[in-house]
């Protein structure tokens, strides 16, 4: 597994993906980026292997060759990689070695940069990327998508697996639904495109007995901006910020609240197509959650398990409407568990599980005992 920026422990790379090709036989190593600390030797079965970690983009681009290195010294039969620049040096290194090579797109990365580039520039950079993303498909022996909407762009006769982000069973106790105050829960990164000025502005709306609780840290270096809008507008007492957790601690901490907020803003593509470990997260620890209407992914997935309410994430009177919907704990106490029953059922890693380790029959048959 190759990753440019995914940490040693990413949820997807190496506690799902890493985890279930282990479990059906295969060794399997993280090639990753350092982090500001000492790395496991070992993530769920996933022998871990760092090296220093690059600062910006263009430091990251110009250590493609040094990661090509890495992987084509390693040994794989298959590399897997997870970024544009590391599939760049997983075709390099698979030249060089002649491993298979397999690329994770997570993202879509044809709209990447259309919120740093003007609007008339969008549509060739978007259709530039969309080259890159061809090119590297059709050199690549598989492509495996994160979520539905992302196999269009690597060409037609590639090898295209949907392997999507669903719940992977993990240990918590769900919420038990009481009358009382409400705790608002967000998980992950907190970005304002993620939407931290409408989730304070619909604080501001709600009884001042409602509380925020924050498990995650900052992606865009607006912390302080944060703190300073909830400052001027009297929230500051009413938030619990509990930065990044270990996955099993958060989901604890999550059941300990009463609803979840996943508040994508409208405007990019990404947002429209997520699927976020957070939506399943939610489920998993029984909350109902409210989400936006226009992200497609989501919005289907809270539908289809009746597991929350969608609003106009862009408007904090709606978001804070909603959260009055779910003042009733019998409501919440229904939507949770059908949230919970779903993410266990329909949207459970198992059937993904399958079809990744499936890929890997094909591309890496294990010697018989």
């Not at 690329?103 to 080259?131: C, G, K, N, Q």
């Not at 909603?322 to 919970?340: H, K, N, S, W």
């Amino acid at each position: 597994m190759l990753s440019a920026v995914h940490p040693p422990d990413d949820v997807r790379v190496v506690v799902k993906e890493g985890a279930a090709l282990v479990a059906a036989g295969w060794r399997v190593r993280h090639l990753c980026p350092a982090p500001d600390g000492t790395a496991p030797s070992m993530v769920a079965g996933v022998a871990i292997e760092t090296f220093p970690r690059a600062r910006g983009r263009w430091a990251r681009l110009l250590g493609i060759h040094a990661l090509a290195k890495r992987a084509a010294a390693s040994g794989a039969a298959v590399l897997h990689a997870s970024e544009p620049d590391a599939w760049v040096a997983g075709w390099l290194a698979a030249r060089r070695s002649h491993a298979r090579l397999v690329i994770d797109v997570h993202e879509h990365y044809p709209s990447r940069l259309d919120s740093v580039l003007p609007v008339p520039l969008r549509p060739l950079a978007r259709a530039a990327l969309r080259l890159f993303c061809r090119a590297l498909g059709q050199r690549a022996d598989a492509v495996v998508v994160a979520k539905d909407g992302l196999a269009g762009d690597y060409g037609r006769h590639t090898l295209c697996v949907p392997v999507r982000n669903h719940a992977d069973a993990q240990p918590v106790t769900p919420r038990a639904h009481r009358d009382g105050s409400l705790r608002l829960v967000h998980l992950g990164a907190l970005t304002r495109a993620r939407g931290w000025p409408e989730m304070l502005a619909a604080l501001a709306l709600m009884p001042p007995d409602t509380r925020l609780v924050l498990l995650g840290h900052f992606t865009d270096g607006s912390e302080e901006a944060f703190n300073r809008e909830a400052l001027s507008l009297g929230l500051d007492a009413r938030i619990k910020r509990q930065g990044w957790q270990p996955r099993v601690d958060a989901l604890a901490m999550a059941a300990g609240c009463d609803i979840g907020l996943v508040l994508f803003q409208p405007g990019e593509e990404n947002h429209r197509l997520a699927l976020p470990h957070k939506l399943f997260d939610c489920m998993l620890a029984g909350l109902p959650i409210i989400a936006p209407a226009f992200a497609t992914e989501v919005a289907g997935v809270v539908r289809e398990s009746d597991c929350g309410v969608l609003v106009d994430s862009s408007d904090p009177r709606a978001i804070a409407a909603a959260v009055q919907t779910l003042a009733d704990p019998a409501v919440r106490t229904r939507m949770g568990a059908a949230g919970r029953h779903a993410a266990l059922t329909q949207f459970s890693w198992a059937s993904e599980a399958a079809r990744l380790v499936a890929l890997y029959e094909r591309l890496a048959p294990r010697a018989s005992a």
